[in-house]
């Protein structure tokens, strides 16, 4: 089995437009002034810091309605009141973090660069157990009542407990030789765990063996140079009933079954950041920077919006009737469900958003890669 240190890294803002040249040297998207028909409003700011380098980490947000949780690189924890902004508890770990948190019954999971899993307890932010996994963590982890699932860029789905973070099973899948950095947290639907794979592929194993139910082709490989045939699947998969809906790099989204991963429809579509999902639609952020709503019965396109071309875009996520989308400026742009008009922009600082917001409640909560939190609340300009 190959070690992380055999993997051989590509940055994403390096692989923004793909493989063509032309477009490798065409600049981002300029913002074009914007008449705002949706009140946004700022609830308030935290300050984690830790930033400075672009390592393209996966330290985003995880809560509830109640409780936002954060980190830092430098090993900053908190847990925030989604209302104020209040801090309810503080843990400075002391360790350079790179992945979560992931948060679930009782605990809140970080990772690092150098294979650590660390919980802690949610409610007042006690170490309740550290262990290594033997490979670099750039996922959030997930948290269920007696598992935490961990993925790890050697290409391994690894379960521990979740009382004292022994190892309960271990999935292998290939490595390929050259891959996007980053990837994809597991997901979890009822008893099986969901997750993607640089190989293009994404597989579902039971929760409590890790027997693989099956695996599916998302993104295959194609192209002679090893750039060409990059296929990661490195955002999270979406789950909605018995529909399963994912995308990869350089490949398609595609809605699979739950229950078999059989494919239902796929689309030619590339992305990395990911997509998010309502009762009707899918919203993607492509690899080329454009936002695009596409039907979830069937796949059809129902809108693209091109204005924020090889601006970095995050993961979208929906609130109220809008879809909200971080880029590498961290600027945050709202956009309307129906049309992909813009509808609101603000600006919570200086560094890249390169999660996907967090929806709590009424509010858009967002951390940059500076470490700063922020949350809104949005409201119709019109009175609509």
Not at 242 to 260: F, I, K
Not at 293 to 311: P, S
Not at 346 to 352: F, L, V
């Amino acid at each position: 089995m190959k070690s992380c240190r055999s993997l051989v890294f590509v940055a994403v803002l390096a692989l923004l437009a793909g493989c063509d040249k032309e477009k490798d040297v065409d600049p981002p998207a300029e913002l074009v002034d914007l008449k705002a028909a949706l009140a946004v409003k700022e609830i308030w700011s935290v300050g984690l810091g830790g930033g400075g380098e672009k390592l393209r980490l996966a330290l985003g947000l995880a809560g509830d309605s109640e409780t936002v949780y954060a980190a830092s690189r430098d090993g900053d924890v908190r847990a925030l009141d989604v209302a104020n902004g209040r801090t309810r508890w503080r843990a400075d770990l002391d360790v350079p973090l790179s992945a979560g948190p992931g948060a679930g019954p009782g605990l809140v999971v970080l990772g690092t660069n150098q294979g650590d899993v660390i919980a802690l307890e949610s409610a007042s932010g006690k170490v309740r157990w550290k262990v290594k996994v033997g490979g670099e963590v750039l996922a959030a982890p997930l948290v269920t009542d007696e598992r935490v699932v961990v993925r790890t860029v050697d290409a391994r789905l690894r379960a521990l407990a979740a009382s004292d973070g022994k190892e309960q099973w271990v999935v292998d899948e290939t490595v390929p030789r050259l891959s996007l950095r980053g990837t994809a947290p597991p997901v979890l639907s009822g008893d099986t765990v969901i997750c993607g794979f640089d190989s293009g592929k994404v597989i579902a194993v039971s929760l409590a063996a890790g027997e693989t139910l099956w695996q599916t082709q998302v993104s295959t490989p194609r192209g002679r140079s090893e750039l060409e045939r990059l296929a990661d699947v490195d955002a999270a998969v979406r789950v909605a009933g018995s529909d399963v809906y994912a995308v990869g790099y350089q490949g398609r989204v595609v809605m699979l079954a739950l229950d078999n991963g059989q494919v239902w429809w796929g689309r030619d579509l590339s992305s990395y950041s990911g997509l998010a999902i309502d009762d009707d639609q899918i919203y993607v952020a492509t690899s080329d920077g454009d936002v695009v709503a596409l039907r979830r019965r069937d796949g059809t396109v129902l809108w693209q919006q091109e204005g924020l071309k090889r601006r970095g875009l995050s993961a979208p996520a929906v609130v109220g009737q809008a879809v909200v989308v971080g880029d590498f400026e961290g600027y945050l742009h709202w956009l309307d469900r129906a049309t992909g008009t813009f509808v609101a922009r603000e600006h919570p600082g200086g560094e890249r958003i390169a999660s996907a917001p967090l929806v709590a409640g009424d509010r858009v909560i967002v951390i940059d890669e500076g470490g700063k939190v922020v949350a809104y609340r949005s409201g119709d300009a019109a009175g609509r």
